[in-house]
């Protein structure tokens, strides 16, 4: 297993070097900066607007800046040919996935960390901290697609543009559901057909909607989340990454 | 770049890959099914958050609003859909949809045809009353919504004041060349039924008198109209 360690320590120390984590720490800091203004605009509920408006942004920026971050670093390591170089080590494949998976996880959870902190001034500590145990679910799903996405189609743009649609439709599906179950005239067969074909994609992807709530750090109930959060994450994790897999073992390099 | 073989890949990665479907599927099937029922219906946000919230596109984000506004408390078959929503709250929707795209039709068509149908009269009247609201601010092309309001205020809440309020607000306000007359003259039907035969009278006097109608149908009808009433006027009461 050394070798899963040391890509996974490499894969840190590129986003060191590609000043992720400053981007991150800049984002965090005008956006904290941008509530300290709102807390002079805003009348009433002061705490949740700043709460709200610091919470919902940083979780897309997070997720934007992860998934551009991962399918950059393997498309520019297959451009370098290192990743032909690493699959010829003797190890299974299997292994540069994880270390990858592994090292892309660290910054995951680096990044939870970073967008959790401008938010203790305003939300409650238990809430606060299932949120970024939630973000952070969501940050390894979206890890685990974007790798897959990008070993599959080796391109930035066709994995970037796959990923942001995985991301827009779980996290709207459940309205996309309601709306289509919500048919004012008697359902003909194109309905059904495309009711069912909503049906079958809400299947495939994983309930975003309901992962990293606002109102959870403005006092909402959460109670039983952490369990369906996690079961959800580790569910997900198992299918992405094994159809990751499935495509690395067959591919010509 | 052909692939490698099926029998390439481990047999624990193609398990785990029909294992994690398999939960996932489970997961998915098990999870009940969403719906929007009536109490989950939130306060609108004010015109400048959706506005901003549509990044420059209102008119797509108001028919994306109508879609997901019309499916809440919408269960064909047990029940009747729509009583229980909170009115207060679906008005101030429907009127935010209607800021965001003022020509939309939608909304108004909605509050007509599905929310003022339910058989709660306090929630019929509050739905009747948006609609002349709205049709206050653009007559001339919101006019076949209160038409309908006022056919529901005659028919439905057997309320002839109401519906002659209505039908007065037609008469009065939409004057493009395009609203039919029969929309026009609602207001003459709606006081023949009150038995107001006077002033139905004198009504469709002064309007074939002010030339307002151009349609020789129309004004043949009208004409004959007048007689009629005239005719009634004169009759002795039984």
Redesign the interface.
Known sequence: MPIVAALARTTLLEAVRNRLLWLTVILVGAAFGFTQFLNQVAIAETREIQAALLAAPLRVAAVFILAVFVITSVVRESSDKVTELLLSLPAPRSHYFFGKLAGFAFVAAILALLCALPLAPFAKPSGLALWTASLLCELLIVTAMSLFCVLSLAQVVPAFAAVAGFYLLSRSMTAMQVIAGASLHDPTLTDRIVAAIVGLIALLLPSLDRMTQTSWLLGGAFSGVLVSVFGQTAIYLVLIGSAALFDLYRKNF | ??????S???RA??A??G???A???A???A?P????SAEDLPPAPGIAVLRLASFGEPVALAKALM??L??YD?QSGSRVPYRDLDYDRLEAWLGRILELDPQGQYPLLAASR?YAEVPVEAKQRSMLEFIHREFLLDPNRRWPWLAHATVIAKHRLHDLPLALRFARSIQLHATAADVPPWARQMELFILEDMNELEIARLIVGGYLQSGAGTDPAELKFLDQRLRELEGRAKAPNK
Request: net charge positive; charged share 5%; aromatic share 6%.
């Open positions: 770049m052909t692939q490698r073989s099926i390439g890949v481990p990665v193609i785990l890959l294992l994690g479907l939960i996932q599927v997961l998915k099937t999870a099914q969403p719906h929007a879609l997901y019309q499916a919408y599905l």
